[in-house]
């Protein structure tokens, strides 16, 4: 009878290739046979190199510092990238500041006690690589990316690397050391990542290779998991196509939002409704693409109804083209709704949003799709969506929980690039602060405080 391994682990998997690794050291370290070449595998590298980087422990403020963290040997599909940039993700401010009241994706559970390397995903140089890497060569200039893609998992193999099973393999049992403190402390990447740090430790199924000579700071913004998240919900077509032409509305205008909204630009879209609390996001979004900008505040309980209207289109009438369905759904509502809102972690310095916990942004997100249209959310929330029965029976509203927005990091992120090349996706504006390694809990203060768009740590 099939049954489930026993005992598997992303930690045993990465632990075999490791054993696989020290077999091969002696053949590796002769030089680069005929045939590992004609794979493109490089020997093992053997390194005890020291590097700075910030590593949490424990809990509260104060619980990420600076730290000299000695590099164990590199082995099996294991990836060392020098950094040239991380962006500094909302999604971690609680791990990084130490702050208690973060939603899902703030600490992750059974790790607490570790020494993690902050951050997920950035952009850099390969400086080694395992001998069982294929992907990348020394050299490369790559994206780390927040979301894996095996190539050969459940989800992978049916074009859902967004959801890639590596995915969740992060808790504590399955993360394995790659350096060490002073003291001897074992040190981990989080979620097999790392960012922060001069050198990302991580492994081959996170690493895409992108071809470019961009600045840091653009590649570095372009390649960051909000833009990713943001792009993808907009272009890559996995969870939801966007004809030229259509309707979209963004709720919430942070960098992955602001990323959507310019997504939605280039896939042609004809209105794009950007709706923020803050002043400074609505106006970033009609500088990036958006046609309407919409104040929740201001709007209160009017939100849905503003957003079926501007999404009207020429003709209510039937016969003709018309969308309007009237009655207890005037107006029309948007094709593709992206929600980027998320929860505030804290009380931000410049205007609040109607609801902290990000829920009522969530069902608003909903209610404001078309008949036939489609929701995508990506934001992390506390509790639970209500939305109207009604609606959700035969409303023709179709939903994604949107994981990096669908993208596909192989296909997709050399894709982006691609746009940051051809002038059509604009990082200047969201990239509003960039700070060496010394600044980036500061930075991460500001971005804590939705003071800044995002920050950029580069090095
Ligand atoms: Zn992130
Ligand atoms: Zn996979």
């Known amino acids: 009878m099939p049954s489930r391994t026993p005992g598997f682990s992303r930690r045993g998997l990465l632990k075999k290739g490791a054993a696989a690794a020290a077999a091969g050291a002696g053949l590796a370290a002769a030089g680069r046979t005929e045939a590992s070449a004609a794979q493109g595998q490089a020997p093992a590298v053997v390194t005890g190199r020291t590097f700075r980087a910030w590593v949490s422990r424990g809990s509260g403020p104060g619980r990420t510092t600076l730290q000299d963290v000695k590099m164990r040997p590199v082995t099996g599909r294991m990836v060392v990238v020098r950094t040239e940039a991380t962006n500094l993700c909302y999604s971690n401010v609680g791990a990084v500041l130490g702050i208690q ?3 899902p994706g703030g600490t992750l559970a059974g790790t607490d006690s570790m020494a993690l390397i902050q951050g997920h995903g950035g952009i850099g140089v390969v400086e080694a690589v395992g001998p069982e890497v294929r992907r990348v060569q020394v050299g490369d200039r790559v994206c780390v990316s927040g ?7 459940y989800h992978c193999l049916r074009g859902r690397a967004d959801i890639c099973q590596l995915l969740g393999r992060n808790l504590a049992s399955d993360l394995i050391p ?7 402390t074992p040190v981990y990447s989080n979620s097999h990542i790392g960012g922060l740090g001069e050198l990302m430790i991580s492994w081959e199924e996170w690493i895409v290779p992108v071809v470019s000579k961009a600045s840091n700071v ?3 913004m372009v390649c960051s998991c909000v833009s990713v998240a943001g792009l993808g919900a907009t272009t890559s077509g996995t ?3 966007l004809a030229p032409g259509s309707a979209v509305a963004v709720v919430g205008c942070g960098p992955l939002g602001l990323s959507a909204v310019q997504g939605a630009r280039i896939a042609g879209a004809s209105t794009i409704i950007g709706i923020d609390p803050i002043r400074a996001r609505r106006d970033v979004a009609m500088k990036v693409g958006a046609t309407h900008v919409l104040d929740p505040n201001v709007e209160g309980d009017r939100l849905i109804e503003r957003v079926r209207a501007l999404t009207a289109g020429p003709t209510n009438r039937p016969w003709s083209g018309g969308r309007d369905s009237g009655g ?10 992206v929600e980027a809102a998320g929860a505030e972690f804290v009380r931000p310095k410049l205007e609040q949003g109607p609801d902290p916990s990000g829920i009522l942004p969530m069902q608003q997100a909903y209610q404001m799709a078309s008949a036939g ?3 995508i959310t990506t934001g992390l929330v506390r509790g639970t969506i209500a939305l109207p029965a009604f609606l959700f029976a035969i409303g023709g509203v179709t939903h994604s929980g949107g994981q990096a927005g669908g993208a596909n990091p192989m296909r997709d992120i050399p894709r982006f690039v691609e746009m940051l090349h051809a002038g059509r996706y604009d990082t200047k504006p969201l990239a509003t602060r960039v700070v060496g390694l010394r600044d980036v809990l500061d930075a991460y203060e500001e971005v804590a405080y939705r003071v800044t768009i995002t920050a950029l740590m580069v090095l």
């Open 101 to 103: 009241a973060a939603p």
């Open 218 to 220: 653009d590649l570095g």
């Open 328 to 337: 207890r759904r005037s107006g029309a509502g948007a094709d593709l709704v």
């Open 147 to 153: 979301t894996p893609q095996c190539g050969s998992c």
């Open 239 to 241: 969870l939801a196509t």
């Open 373 to 375: 249209g489609h929701v």
């Open 178 to 184: 790659v350096a060490d403190l002073r003291d001897g």
